[in-house]
């Protein structure tokens, strides 16, 4: 089963979940552990380059969840959920979409503030779309980066915990949804 | 007495003035130049080796000074420059970053990076040496810059221009900049070009 239903989720969106996941924390931890490298260090420029190219990976991720979202009927939320669980559980997924976005293009414009484009798997280059972002710009633009990750990771956690709590405490389906074929 | 005392005291403190206002005057003679930040000739460079192999050529976009040059009394000339630090420029987005943060120049503590000089001595051949004191990353140690008179003359708009070239030789550690480049590069040449026009 590819395609969602009302009740479960499809293989895709399922596939598209973990994979995300997978790729945000991976990506959040070498983004911590490379930006405090030594000069001398033989991953010193490996790391920076694959995150880049994670980074623009998760990026189509996103757009294509999007839209294979917009085409897929909503698995409706369990019954036994209470309103303000399902309320919030749907306002974190929107925001998880947003803070996924604006750390992405942070991280293009951290990278693209001279006009150099960035190499994707050294497949291609996604061009620079600015000739030169000031300086402060520059580097307010590399913070945010940072916050906004650190948000989504700590949100990420609450995200882990409550299905977890689904799972073990209220043994619901809630988490068994997201991974049972 | 009395009379003749006030007198004495009196042209005592007028030629003194008079002595002052002679001071000021041959002070005039010095012409003051402003550097020629507007038509862009003018640059700070630096260069650094990187691992041993290469030389990194980088820049600092923004900065203003000006400088004094008397041709009678070449001793007495002066140079002010003033850098905006967040303007260095090594073409290359990270790395500039990377030169902005606390690892290098901290621009966000010390947004400013100055140059006085206190001595000028210059030869017949044109080669002169400039003392000065150099802020750079909050410290300020004395630096013997390396210059050359390029050359001086009318320009074709109707100003006097007189331009420069000087060199030094900085240890990072100096400056408080600790971050490790490795042996090759523990120290940097700062290479500035200056034109003045005469104000």
Redesign the interface.
Known sequence: MLKNTTVAFGLISKTLHWSMAVILVGLFAVGLYMTDLDYYDALYHTLPWWHKSFGLLVMALLIIRYIWKRLNPEPQALTSHKNWEVFLAQFIQKLFYVLILLIGLSGYFISTAKGKGIEFFGWFEVPAITQAIEEERADLVGEIHQVLAITLIVLAVLHAAAALKHHFIDKDETLNRMINK | MKTFLKTTVKNTLLSASLATALLATSGLFAAEYAIDKKGQHASIQFKISHLGYSWMVGRFNDFDGSFSYDEKDKAASKVNVIVNT???DS????R??HL??DDFLD?EKFPQAKFESTKYTEGKDGKATLIGNLTLHGVTKEVIVAVSQVGAGKDPWGGFRRGFEGTTRIALKDFGIT????PASAELDLIFNFEGVKK
């Open positions: 967040k303007s260095v073409n290359h987005a990270e500039d970053k902005r943060s621009v971050k490790n480049l490795g």
